[in-house]
């Protein structure tokens, strides 16, 4: 319907413009024009003819001689051909002064012409040659089939045929793709997370590629987070088992009584602070792992650390180890959650200390560079090896120099620090120290 309404629409403009081209032009004003052109012989007639034909568009001038033959050699129109056949002999016959009983009207040089397209004026040339004008106004015959009913039937099934196509083709080309984001929904709602889009529809640099390219990265982040919760809790449950079978091993040993009764409770006392510790870190990594962040306010991120380093330092000197700490001469303000800040320092200084020998030293830094704060704490441990360097950041993961160290952390400090400078937009690095130990700088936005 819309190509119908704008072919028609176009249509009608364009000859009603062809028809109203020809106001203020009269044939009598054409037909004097063409005898004084016809002064100067049938060539100079010619010329006359295409630049009258040239300026307006919707006129045609056809001269034709006694026997018919058009002044240009231009083939005639249907309807000025069966004039020709049937009215150019009585034409002839009454410029040549015979009578004839009917005809149109033939007018000579020296009578006036009435206005009408319909007249037949005769122009004589130099030469004593002679030719009738035949004009054509509003020459739309490209136009009047329109004025055919059935070609109206015709375009509009065609019409109809065009855009039916074109509509099937583009609603196979959008529904496709749409229905393959259908079916990879109905397999993620089955609890198929692998399922993905493929390269074919998410390699698309249109919007529906776009939508695939986020159908994937959505299934990929659903299936990293039930992977990383159900590897939580095979962890979690690993962790907890230790502990517990000591427990109910010294639980057992105590109740035999006897000189071993103290030491039995002392450790049990010892294995439920443990379990305490390890219970606290799981929740505390659950709760930063929710995607509503704590509310923040401005804060002086230099005496947040100077305060954590005073407590973890008072439980580091006992140890035999201590903690360097040189405050910056000015406040260093940033937006965060104070207790998230301060847990995640927390975690990685007592990290520090715990692989720190005894007698050794942790040197904690703050400085402002390039719109962002770095604060880095370096130990004097044994580092970590490279390939680990990735790892330590996964819950519960403790390289085998640790194990062997004696050090029986449970492996979830490292993650919770990562986890708390995410969600103030920062990162966490680690560097091995050229003379031994670990680096560990933390960068957030001012």
Known sequence: MLILLVGSGVTLAVTSARLHALDGVSSAELTQAARHAARAGDAALGQWVRRTEAQYASLRVFLVDRTGRELL?????????????????QTVALWEGAPASA?????????PVPDSWWNVPAIESAGGGVHFALFLPFDSSAY???????????????????SGLVCWVVARHIMRPVLGVQQGLRSLARGELGARMGPGLAGRSDELGALAADFDATAQRLQ???????????????????PLTRLRLALELARRGGPGMPAQLDRIERECARLDLLTGQVLRLARLREPRAAARTPLDLAALVGDTVADVAYEAEAAGKAVAWQPPRQPVLLHGAAA???????????????????????DVALEVQDGAVALSVRDRGPGI????LDQVFAPFFQADLSRASGHTGAGLGLPIAQRVAQRHAGEIRLFNRAGGGLRVEIVLPC
């Open 73 to 89: 050699g231009r083939p005639l129109p249907v309807r000025l051909q069966d004039w020709v056949q049937l009215n150019l002999a």
């Open 144 to 162: 009047e089939v329109l004025g055919v009913p059935h070609v109206l039937v015709l375009l509009f099934l065609c019409a109809v045929c065009v």
């Open 385 to 388: 090896a490279p390939e680990h």
């Open 340 to 362: 998230e800040l301060s847990s995640m320092l927390e975690n990685v200084l007592r990290n520090a200390l715990r692989f720190t020998p005894r007698g050794g030293q942790v």
């Open 103 to 111: 005809g149109p009207a033939v007018h000579r040089a020296h009578v």
């Open 224 to 242: 990293e987070l039930v992977s990383a919760q159900e590897l939580l809790l095979r962890d979690v449950s690993h962790e907890l088992r230790s």
